[in-house]
């Protein structure tokens, strides 16, 4: 009983082991490090890295009118948002002190001129010596000059428009009191031809620009894009702001403009320099001017610190960092670190 068992048992296990023997052994699957990429070659061209600034829109013609002399305001023959014509008069003071002032200045004169009549006949008589004529004559020329003064004075006592234009702000009001020189009207021309953006510049853009070079200009309340060119570069910052202003003559046609609008421009130089352009989702880690990409260096990624120029549309133009013709990843980038194991994909 017991060697059967044995036999049976032994024929199980032979059996076992032949069916071991008859499997087919599954070889270790084998992986695959490399990283799947794409990449595009980087384009050499020569361009104008465009200035980026901001202004608000006034006319070239625009004037804070004020009296010469101080008084009290007669009156206010506009309000703010009337059309002015240039030569109108806008607002007069009351002349009854300046009017005073002028008569005496007239009664001076006439007094001076009997006393340098009089002193010229005694000096003809031998009466009067030399130096009493001369004094009399400059005591005359004197008061002659003050009537002048006097007279322009009271000329002076109205604020008349200086251009074609309209009340952009009123500071004062009739029965008030100025002294000489105060702004009480803010008046600017509203034609098309003088509209200008005065915007301000970094003295790095500043030195870039010389002047002429054409501008784009686009404004939160009008949909298209105008276009205009440089007028004029201050050649002296500004000293609370540290910027140097520019102003932008803009080609305003038949626009309804006003002054005050916020304007962003772009304004184009002349001059040209070589950068390389490649897609803008190809830079990684950006941050002000510098950023990194990858580049395809045979079956490896290296990672490049590059200098961006400036961005337009899906582009980036690189100033330094890598040159024309560098195979930059632009997918897959986000999964590699330097030196990474590659595969280029189409």
């Known amino acids: 009983m017991i060697n059967n068992m044995k036999n049976v048992n032994l024929i199980l296990l032979a059996a076992t082991l032949l069916a071991t023997a008859c499997r087919e052994v599954k070889k270790p699957e084998q992986t695959?490090?490399?990283?799947?990429v794409k990449v595009i070659s980087s384009s050499a061209l020569q361009q104008a890295r465009p200035v980026q600034t901001s202004g608000l829109l006034?006319?070239?013609?625009?004037?804070?009118?004020?009296?010469?002399?101080?008084?009290?305001?007669?009156?206010?023959?506009?309000?703010?948002?009337?059309?002015?014509r240039k030569g109108q008069v806008l607002a007069t003071l009351n002349t009854t002190e300046i009017a005073a002032e002028a008569a005496q200045a007239e009664e001076n004169f006439e007094r001076a001129r009997r006393d340098a009549r009089r002193t010229e006949h005694l000096y003809n008589d031998s009466v009067n010596t030399r130096e009493q004529l001369d004094n009399s004559k400059t005591a005359l020329l004197i008061a002659e000059k003050q009537l002048d003064i006097a007279r322009f004075n009271l000329s002076q006592a109205k604020v008349v428009a200086t251009s074609d234009g309209v009340v952009i702000r009123k500071m004062q009001n009739a029965g008030e009191q100025v002294q000489g020189g105060t702004p009480v009207l803010f008046v600017s021309s509203n034609r098309n031809a003088d509209w200008?953006?005065?915007?301000g510049l970094t003295d790095a853009d500043w030195a870039r620009l010389r002047g002429s070079e054409?501008?784009?200009?686009?404004?939160?309340?009008y949909p298209e894009t105008f276009t205009g060119?440089?007028?004029?570069?201050?050649?002296?910052?500004?000293?609370?702001?540290?910027?140097y202003q520019a102003e932008i003559r803009i080609d305003a046609k038949t626009a309804r403009l006003a002054s005050g609008l916020f304007a962003r421009v772009t304004i184009y130089p002349k001059s040209k320099t070589n950068m390389v352009s490649v897609p803008m989702d190809a830079l990684l880690e950006g941050e002000n001017d510098s950023a990194f990409v990858f580049v395809a260096a045979g079956s490896r990624a290296l990672r490049k610190a590059v200098k961006v120029a400036y961005l337009e549309g899906e582009r980036a133009f690189i100033s330094s960092g890598i040159s024309a013709g560098t195979r930059v990843i632009r997918e897959g980038s986000a999964y590699l670190s330097d030196g990474s194991e590659i595969r280029i994909v189409q």
């Open 196 to 199: 200008v953006v005065k915007c």
């Open 229 to 243: 060119s440089i007028k004029s570069l201050a050649q002296g910052s500004d000293p609370a702001s540290g910027l």
């Open 32 to 36: 695959d490090n490399k990283i799947s």
């Open 58 to 84: 006034a006319s070239d013609k625009e004037a804070y009118l004020s009296f010469k002399v101080g008084g009290i305001i007669s009156e206010m023959f506009v309000k703010e948002g009337d059309a002015v």
């Open 214 to 221: 054409q501008a784009e200009i686009r404004f939160d309340a």
